[in-house]
């Protein structure tokens, strides 16, 4: 069946660095890709919608310039969390929907620790 | 999206049935209900949705009223590895809409 992957599983970076999350929708093409945040015992707060050859929309509160989402191919969309800090570490989750049929896919998210 | 109301956490014995209730009095004509559920630090996993006749999958039947404002999740036999937050979600029909989480329902399954 249809699978999304997401990379890397885990990261660990210094404060102020920047981090790409990728999201990979492997046997189906997505023109649309969700992502999503959670914090410990929440749950997923939608971030942005990813839309494949135009700007992403962002949900109210998410700052567009700090987490900057490219969706360049029906196949890719990448979070970019850009200078990140510590209240940033986050598990952060894409999901897509495959053209033509009513499911959705979640990626296995990406933990982000931010020193 | 119609929100959708869950409660916070349910005990199970282990190989009994599971019956997590949502209520989405507020849902419109249109609006399917999804149920997905996150076991600890994974992405969610979808169970099975349905638009207003009830559902069976490999995983579990999904039971919708008759006046579509509320709905149960079954786990037939549910099992330890069954423990997880399980998600009720009311969208519309187009899969490229986004799925507004709630809080879910953390089910504990007890040997």
């Known amino acids: 069946g249809a699978v999304v992957s997401q990379h890397p599983s885990w990261v660990i970076c210094k404060s102020g660095t920047s981090v790409k999350i990728e999201c990979r929708s492997l046997?189906?093409?997505?023109?649309?890709m969700f992502w999503y945040r959670q914090f410990p015992k929440q749950s997923l707060m939608l971030m942005a919608t990813s839309n494949e050859g135009s700007k992403a929309t962002y949900e109210q509160g998410v700052e567009k310039d700090k987490f900057l989402i490219n969706h360049a191919s029906l196949t890719l969309s990448t979070l970019t969390v850009t200078s990140a800090h510590p209240e940033d570490s986050s598990f952060y989750i894409c999901?897509?929907?495959?053209?033509?049929?009513?499911?959705?896919?979640f990626g296995a998210g990406t933990r982000l620790s931010v020193l | 999206d119609a929100k959708t109301t869950q409660p916070t956490s349910m005990d199970c014995a282990e190989g009994r049935a599971a019956n997590l209730p949502c209520n989405h009095s507020?849902?419109?004509?249109?609006?399917?209900v999804y149920w997905y559920r996150q076991i600890h630090s994974q992405g969610p996993q979808y169970i099975i949705h349905g638009l207003k006749n009830n559902e069976t999958n490999e995983m579990a039947s999904l039971i919708i009223t008759e006046d579509r404002k509320s709905s149960t999740l079954i786990l037939p036999h549910a099992t330890l590895r069954d423990t997880a937050v399980y998600y009720c979600i009311v969208r519309g029909s187009s899969n490229t809409g986004k799925l507004i989480f709630g809080q879910g329902t953390t089910l504990q399954v007890k040997p």
């Open positions: 507020t849902i419109s004509g249109n609006e399917y």
């Open positions: 046997d189906f093409q997505a023109t649309t």
């Open positions: 999901y897509a929907g495959e053209l033509g049929k009513n499911i959705q896919y």
